[in-house]
């Protein structure tokens, strides 16, 4: 008889910017969240969400800036982050505020549990680090990598490590949510 799986824990993410006070953060987020709602309101993965975990977690996403460099940057780090996301074919909404001459003021996510809990998912090279049950020689040569001098070295290993976290989606999710801080 198989074992059955239990459901992955999920959060909504947002990131809103650094420059308004807490409570318009809150605000903006709330936003954001009604229009995942009204969008993906009819989705597993929302429903799933709605009637099981209901976890907020808001992120400074930096400042937010409608204009583009000369290589079609958006120079707000907010709109840089939405445009990463439509580059991953990331499910998002997002809010702009018509009180702030309609700037982009929060970005919306669900991700599962894959993606924020580092404990159960490790790091590629902690994934790698444990496969291997490398030396304490080798562990410190390990750590001193870049992800992508890893990926160089053990691709199959990230083949399954990839699979391990539920595909690309979650690899790119965790990498943006990595260093980001609490709003």
Known sequence: MEEEQKPLELRMYFF????????????QAGHAAVRYGRK???SELFKEFAD??????????????DQRDFDGVAEGT???????????????????????????????????????????YQDFVDYIIN???????????LKMQTNEKLQEMFPEYYK???RFLGGLKNVFLRELIRDKKLA
Do not use: M
């Open 78 to 120: 907010l709109n840089q982050i939405a445009d990463q996301l439509v580059e991953n074919d990331i499910l998002f909404t997002y809010f702009r505020e018509p009180d702030l001459n309609n700037a982009l003021t929060a970005l919306c996510i669900i991700c599962d549990e894959r993606v924020f809990n580092r404990k159960d």
């Open 16 to 27: 809103v910017p650094y420059n308004i006070s807490p409570i318009q953060q809150a605000i």
């Open 52 to 65: 099981s975990h209901e976890t907020f977690v808001i992120l400074n996403g930096g400042t937010t800036n």
């Open 160 to 162: 399954e490590w990839v």
């Open 131 to 141: 496969v291997q049950a490398t030396s304490a020689e080798n562990f410190v040569t």
């Open 40 to 42: 993906f309101g009819e």
